[in-house]
């Protein structure tokens, strides 16, 4: 057998993510991964010899994505508004790229919380929470933004971050109906970054 090929294997995990995306874990085939990727099965089996194999580096490689921007916002050294800007900017940039990210993540996740702490705790998210929290306690009493829970900050960012890219299917028909959402939603790390910053300053 030839030596495996990373462009076999990047065919592999495009196909992968498109079937785990549609199906999940348990109602996707090696079968239809294997079709999807243009490949035999027997092949598709000597890169990943099974279906949870091949769904732990899609899960993986997608909760990392999803949870990146919020570890480097946590990890950040830079003043607040900077910060909060940051992340929007992040967020939207990766879910446009990857937008079946969230749907993915979370529906799986609910499967399976192990999997998706034990990433959580690897990434260094739970780690650098306290580091954000006396930041945004400290611009509290220094008088720039009015009080907030720093819980409640990162979640009201997450939710404006991640609810666009779930609802855009329904927000295209609704909302902007015979508009370009995509160019809509490439235009709304600012916007989203104003409205959170606006809410919470003094």
């Given at each position: 057998?030839?030596?495996?090929?990373?462009?076999?294997?990047?065919?592999?995990?495009?196909?992968?993510?498109?079937?785990?995306?549609?199906?999940?874990?348990?109602?996707?085939?090696?079968?239809?991964?294997?079709?999807?990727?243009?490949?035999n099965?027997?092949?598709?089996?000597?890169?990943?010899?099974?279906?949870?194999?091949?769904?732990?580096?899609?899960?993986?490689?997608?909760?990392?994505?999803?949870?990146?921007?919020?570890?480097s916002?946590?990890?950040?050294?830079?003043?607040?508004?900077?910060?909060i800007?940051?992340?929007?900017h992040?967020?939207?940039?990766?879910?446009?790229?990857?937008?079946?990210?969230?749907?993915?993540?979370?529906?799986?996740?609910?499967?399976?919380?192990?999997?998706?702490?034990?990433?959580?705790?690897?990434?260094?998210?739970?780690?650098a929470?306290?580091?954000?929290k006396?930041?945004?306690?400290?611009?509290?009493?220094d008088?720039?933004?009015?009080?907030?829970?720093?819980?409640?900050?990162?979640?009201?960012?997450?939710?404006l971050?991640?609810?666009?890219?779930?609802?855009?299917?329904?927000?295209?028909?609704?909302?902007?109906?015979?508009?370009?959402?995509?160019?809509?939603?490439?235009?709304?790390?600012?916007?989203?970054?104003?409205?959170?910053?606006?809410?919470?300053?003094?």
């Open positions: 057998m030839k030596e495996k090929s990373e462009e076999t294997q990047k065919q592999i995990l495009d196909a992968a993510k498109k079937i785990f995306a549609a199906k999940g874990l348990t109602g996707a085939r090696m079968q239809e991964i294997a079709d999807e990727a243009g490949i099965k027997a092949l598709l089996h000597y890169y990943y010899r099974n279906k949870e194999k091949l769904f732990e580096q899609v899960f993986e490689e997608a909760t990392i994505k999803l949870l990146g921007p919020v570890a916002f946590l990890a950040d050294d830079s003043e607040l508004f900077t910060k800007r940051n992340l929007c992040h967020y939207y940039s990766v879910l446009i790229e990857y937008p079946f990210i969230p749907n993915f993540v979370l529906n799986e996740a609910s499967v399976n919380p192990e999997r998706f702490f034990r990433l959580i705790r690897f990434e260094g998210v739970i780690e929470k306290e580091k954000t006396q930041q945004v306690e400290q611009c509290i009493k008088g720039i933004i009015r009080p907030i829970d720093p819980r409640e900050l990162i979640w009201n960012i997450l939710s971050c991640i609810f666009p890219i779930i609802s855009r299917p329904v927000a295209g028909k609704l909302l902007y109906a015979n508009e370009n959402v995509q160019e809509i939603l490439e235009q709304r790390a600012d916007k989203v970054a104003d409205f959170v910053i606006q809410s919470i300053k003094k």
